[in-house]
């Protein structure tokens, strides 16, 4: 062999906590997995709250003030900033994926490999996977973020609209 590729022996010395290392690799996919799957959930709660606030507020509005005045630019605004916020969330939702491992990738590139380099590339391949789910993750949770902080926004404007706009 080449000074490249050093025998398996040796590779195996070099690293021998390859087989401890490999229970890993399932574990960090499920963890992954679910934080996703909670930030995905985090910005669908957000997105029905802030429809729910944006659809029920002017009916209140009506009933707190009949002669409310809904041409106003502050009630405009708050319209303005719930499709800002829901344009973030649902790109949030649909911006990133995870990454999974592929099987035709394993059948393709891996099934000739000796079981200890078949476990190196799995751990080296989960380990890019998951900075990709964090990355995509951090993604999710920076668009929950600024559809909280609109949302907040067009309350504010909402109820600055109910409490100060003139009558009709």
């Not at 996919?29 to 669908?44: E, H, I, K, P």
Request: hydrophobic content about 50%.
């Amino acid at each position: 062999m080449n000074d490249q590729n050093p025998p398996l022996d040796a590779r195996e010395a070099e690293f021998p906590a390859i087989e401890t290392a490999y229970g890993f690799v399932h574990p960090s996919y499920q963890l992954m997995v679910g934080r996703f799957d909670a930030a995905d959930t985090r910005l669908a709660s957000l997105l029905t709250f802030t429809a729910t606030v944006t659809l029920g507020f002017p009916v209140l509005a009506r009933t707190v003030r009949p002669d409310i005045n809904f041409t106003s630019p502050v009630f405009y605004l708050a319209v303005a900033l719930f499709l800002v916020a829901a344009g973030v969330g649902i790109l949030g939702r649909t911006w990133d994926v995870l990454t999974l491992v592929d099987p035709m990738r394993i059948y393709n590139e891996q099934l000739e490999k000796s079981r200890w380099e078949f476990m190196k590339d799995a751990i080296c391949h989960a380990g890019e996977n998951f900075e990709a789910n964090r990355a995509a993750v951090e993604v999710k949770g920076a668009c929950a973020n600024w559809v909280t902080i609109l949302m907040l926004l067009e309350m504010a404007a909402l109820i600055a609209w109910l409490a100060f706009t003139p009558s009709v």
